[in-house]
C-alpha cells in the first residue's frame, strides 16, 4: 500500500496543494498498495460533512498475472440528511441522484438505504448516516463502490453498507459490522471484474473518514489475496471555489473512472487473461 511521504511546511499551508508522489513504486513505475502499512489511526473526531477528499486510488492484483495501476480522484462525504446546495451555475459539477443508488426508485438516497436496511431488519431511528461517493459531473457518474456509515439517533455506530456497481450496468450491497478497527468481512456475492469469479471473501478495512481518508479491499481466495485495493486522501473544505479546484484537477472525474475501468480490462485480457461468464445477477430484496 501507498503511504505518503511526510509533508514540507509548505505543503501544511496550502490546504489544496498536491499531495507528494508516493515512494518506491514497483515494477514498471507501478505503485504496490500492500507494501504499506495503513496510516495510523487518528484521534476521534466526529466526521465533518459535505467535505471533499484529494485522493488516489490504488489496484493491485497479484495473479495469475501481476498488475497494477494508480489514480487520482476526488470523492464527496455528505450526510445524507444535509445534501450539498451549490451556486446554479456550479450544480452541473455535483449533484446527487436517488436514481444512482439502490433500486433507483426511491424519492431520496436515504429512503432508498432505509429500505434495503428495513428488508434485512436494520432501523436507525432517525439516524445519522454519512455516505462518500462520486458526485453526478455534467450529468454522468460511475461509483464502483459507495459507502454508507449508518449511526443510531445517539450517534453511536449501526452498520456500514457497501454499494458496488459494475460497468454492466448492476448493483449489489453488502451490509457489513465492522469491528472498532473498523474491519469487516463478507462473502464475494457480485460479479465486478471479468477476470475473477463469483467467489471468496471480501475483507475490508472500512474507517469512518476524517482528516484523512484509508480504505482498503482485499479479495481473499484460495488462500491467498489475489487483489487488493487501496483508497486514500486528504480531506478539503467542500467549497464552491474547493470544488472548482478539484474539478479543474480532474475534470470528468467519474468519465475517467469509467474510461480507466475499460483500458486497463483491455490491457488484461491482451496479456492472456481468460474472461470468466458472467452469471445472471437477481436483485436483491429491498432494491426492487
Known amino acids: 500500500m501507498t503511504r505518503p511521504d511526510r509533508p514540507s511546511a509548505a505543503h501544511r499551508q496550502e490546504p489544496y496543494a498536491r499531495e507528494?508522489?508516493?515512494?518506491?513504486?514497483?515494477?514498471?513505475g507501478k505503485p504496490?498498495?500492500?507494501r504499506y502499512a495503513p496510516d495510523p489511526p487518528e484521534p476521534?473526531?466526529?466526521a465533518r460533512a459535505p467535505v471533499l477528499y484529494d485522493c488516489a486510488v490504488a489496484h493491485l492484483r497479484r495473479r495469475p498475472t501481476r498488475y497494477a495501476f494508480r489514480q487520482r480522484t476526488y470523492l464527496w462525504l455528505v450526510d445524507l440528511d444535509r445534501l450539498p446546495r451549490l451556486p446554479r451555475l456550479m450544480r452541473p459539477l455535483a449533484r446527487f441522484d436517488p436514481r444512482d443508488h439502490f433500486g433507483g426508485a426511491a424519492p431520496s438516497i436515504r429512503a432508498g438505504l432505509e429500505a434495503y436496511l428495513a428488508a434485512r431488519g436494520v432501523r436507525l431511528g432517525g439516524g445519522r448516516v454519512l455516505m462518500l461517493a462520486n458526485a453526478r459531473?455534467?450529468?454522468?457518474?460511475?461509483n464502483p463502490l459507495t459507502l454508507y456509515w449508518c449511526h443510531d439517533?445517539?450517534?453511536?455506530?449501526?452498520?456500514?453498507?457497501?454499494?458496488?456497481?459494475?460497468?454492466?450496468?448492476?448493483?449489489?450491497?453488502?451490509?457489513?459490522?465492522?469491528d472498532e478497527a473498523g474491519w469487516a468481512r463478507t462473502g464475494k456475492e457480485f460479479y465486478v471484474s471479468p477476470f475473477f469469479p463469483v467467489d471468496g471473501d471480501y475483507r475490508m478495512r472500512l474507517p469512518e473518514p476524517g482528516a484523512r481518508l484509508d480504505l482498503t479491499v482485499h479479495l481473499e481466495r484460495g488462500?491467498?489475496?489475489?487483489?487488493t485495493a487501496t483508497v486514500r486522501g486528504d480531506r478539503r473544505p467542500a467549497t464552491p471555489l474547493g470544488l472548482l479546484r478539484a474539478a479543474v484537477r480532474h475534470p470528468w472525474s467519474?468519465?475517467?473512472v469509467s474510461a480507466g475501468i475499460r483500458l486497463h480490462g483491455i490491457r488484461l485480457?491482451?496479456?492472456?487473461?481468460?474472461?470468466?461468464?458472467?452469471?445472471?445477477?437477481?436483485?436483491?430484496?429491498?432494491l426492487e
Not at 507528494?20 to 514498471?28: D, I, S, T, V
Not at 488462500?223 to 487483489?227: E, K, S
Open 153 to 178: 439517533r445517539d450517534g453511536g455506530p449501526v452498520c456500514v453498507v457497501a454499494e458496488v456497481h459494475n460497468t454492466y450496468g448492476d448493483r449489489h450491497c453488502y451490509l457489513l459490522r465492522p
Open 269 to 286: 485480457f491482451l496479456r492472456g487473461l481468460p474472461v470468466r461468464p458472467r452469471p445472471r445477477h437477481r436483485t436483491q430484496e429491498g
Open 44 to 46: 476521534f473526531e466526529p
Open 137 to 142: 459531473v455534467l450529468g454522468h457518474v460511475f
Open 254 to 256: 467519474t468519465a475517467a
Open 223 to 227: 488462500g491467498g489475496r489475489p487483489f
Open 20 to 28: 507528494p508522489r508516493a515512494p518506491e513504486p514497483y515494477g514498471q
Open 32 to 34: 504496490d498498495p500492500e
